[in-house]
């Protein structure tokens, strides 16, 4: 599905472009889209090394292992199908964590870690396993409790009060992350029915 | 309120790191060792992405250039705003999804243009604050770990995304309108 929308964002922007008349400022996106995305990727490198070197603290101190076990109620819910001391749900966890605490450059390493584990449970196929589409819904809806990048723009332009946004945006977020963890339950349920698993 | 969540974000990320080393000292856990050893990955899964991203960030970039963006806009916005979606605010309700740089610039315009303590400042406040870019978390996240079949993420993402914005529509509303 994502190749589709890829294809049609392509081809759909050039052919507009013949139309519009813009086909400069086409030729001229391609290559600053491409230079933003390498910049992006050098920018990760110094979060990546950093916080999997955190994490490779934790994991050695034993940390990351009661931090689990304190959680594993809730983690063997949201993710039947991950042995409760499998590695794969630490770092589910602590991508979660992460989120919720706003830390969203330290959330990254941590998910792409639990996706490589999650792909290992599931035989190193190239398929999305039931939990990686879990992790994935909990990403996209991201949990947050303090949207720091959000009150710090709202400050820049003088609001009288930056933070008042805090509560509305737990709310939405909440809502956004039970609705996402109920359609994936819904889909995968209904998948199930038709024997396609 | 304000100093007080200023506080807390400031403290966390090095309170964080004190518990973390604290705890190693207590472990006897040789830390220095542990970070670069673990850091090591770190380079090579940053490099591995870079076609994902640029495949995806060149796409969005000639979308959106061409005016094709615009004409999506356009088409969608009698749907939305008959759903009772605020015109001014559908283009960063659509965007939200697809571009995170586009969508934190749409919403600091209209921060910008309506005020911060306006209405649809608020709403896009909430809106951006409240979820994250589906496609560059998919993009990102199963790129990395080399996943080609994607399930029905995008189809869960995206739906999450439709139920956030009603969801922020709806507590804005209610609370400061």
Redesign the interface.
Known sequence: ??HL??MF??I??????MF?G?ME??T???F???E???V???G??S?????????????????LKSFTNMLRPIAVKLFPDVPANHPAMGYILSNISANI????NAA??M??KA??E??RLNGDK???SRS??T???L????L?L??????A??MN?????????????I???G???I??LC??RY??HR?LKKGRI | MMNWLETVSLWTIPLLLLIILLHAVVKKVPAYDCFVEGGKDGFQLAVTLIPYLVGMMTAISVFRASGAMDLLLETLKPLLVFLGIPAEIVPLAILRPISGSGALGMASNLIAEYGPDSFIGRLASTMQGSTDTTLYVLTVYFGAAGIRYMGGALKVGLLADLVGIIASIFIVTLVFG
């Open positions: 599905m994502i929308i890829w964002m392509l759909a922007g050039i052919v507009t472009a519009t813009r400022e086409v001229e996106a391609i600053t889209g491409a933003e995305a390498v992006l990727c050098f990760l490198i979060v990546m090394v950093f916080w999997l070197g955190i994490m490779n603290i934790m994991k050695s101190s034993g940390l605490m706003g830390l969203g990254t390493p998910g792409i996706v490589k999650l792909r190239e398929e999305a990686m589409i992790l994935m819904a990403n996209t809806a991201s947050t303090i949207p720091t990048t959000i009150i723009i709202r332009y003088g609001s009288a009060s930056p933070a008042e946004i805090v509560g509305t945006t709310f939405a977020t809502c956004s992350t609705a996402a359609i994936d889909f995968y998948k």
